[in-house]
């Protein structure tokens, strides 16, 4: 059983920064690995970056890529979403996950924080 709170939401401008944490609970958090969702009201939940549990092998959508970082510290049990040139459009509640094996775009996740909300004002 692996427990996952998020952190680091809030108010932004546009051209801004923030950086998400997420703090996971259990040994076994190395073995999983992770992903970040966001999710708009009245939306789908959309991916936006995953990492192997080793922190070697990093996914992006496309809406992101180039301006988010994701990465881990598995000493730290906590992973991170690093998030530069925020426009309004990331506005939205950003969701952490993980899964045993390996990471997926898909949200196929086994376990997911109770999410974060972060606004960026134009």
């Known amino acids: 059983q692996v427990q996952l709170v998020e952190s680091g939401g809030g108010l932004v401008q546009a051209g801004g920064s923030l950086r998400l944490s997420c703090a996971a609970s259990?040994?076994?958090?190395?073995?999983?690995?992770m992903g970040w969702f966001r999710q708009a009201p009245g939306k789908e939940r959309e991916f936006v970056a995953a990492?192997?549990?080793?922190?070697?092998?990093?996914y992006y959508a496309d809406s992101v890529k180039g301006r988010f970082i994701i990465s881990r510290d598995n000493a730290k049990i906590t992973g991170y979403l690093q998030m530069n040139s925020l426009n309004d459009e990331d506005t939205e509640v950003y969701y952490c996950a993980a899964k045993p094996g390996l990471p997926t775009t898909r949200g196929e996740y086994s376990y997911w924080g109770q999410g974060t909300q972060v606004t960026v004002s134009s």
């Open positions: 259990g040994r076994t958090f190395s073995s999983y690995a």
């Open positions: 990492i192997s549990n080793s922190g070697r092998t990093t």
